[in-house]
């Protein structure tokens, strides 16, 4: 047997291991998902108990709670959609007072070269 196939083996083996090991630790806890063993009680504590007391031991077991942030997401999606309309109102204002001041007026009378009033 060549050092690779021995290596290959060997990593298969430890794999194999630490999955059967994390298969049997799980199903080896007499509590439900929402629930972890304290061994002060002897008994099983609803993971409820952790969002109250934070430094009970074992409330690292509890699944995370899941925070519903949809206003956040909500708050977000306004913000832009207002930056938008704010930036195309300034370029639109911007456009229509740069159309203003650039129209032609006249500021000097035209000058009549002949005619009654003036004499050559």
């Excluded at 929402?34 to 074992?58: A, H, M, R, W, Y």
């Amino acid at each position: 047997m060549d050092i690779d196939t021995l290596f290959r083996t060997l990593c298969l083996v430890l794999v194999a291991g630490t999955h059967l090991s994390g298969t049997n630790a799980e199903k080896s806890s007499p509590c439900k998902r929402s629930e972890f063993f304290n061994s002060d009680l002897g008994d099983c504590v609803p993971c409820s108990t952790c969002i109250q007391f934070p430094k009970t031991p074992s409330c690292n077991t509890c699944p995370p709670v899941e925070h519903h942030d949809s206003w956040r997401v909500a708050a977000i999606t306004s913000f832009s959609v207002l930056a938008a309309v704010v930036v195309f109102g300034a370029l639109l204002i911007g456009v229509l007072v740069h159309q203003c001041k650039s129209q032609r007026t006249l500021s000097e009378p035209i000058e009549e070269t002949t005619g009654p009033l003036y004499p050559v």
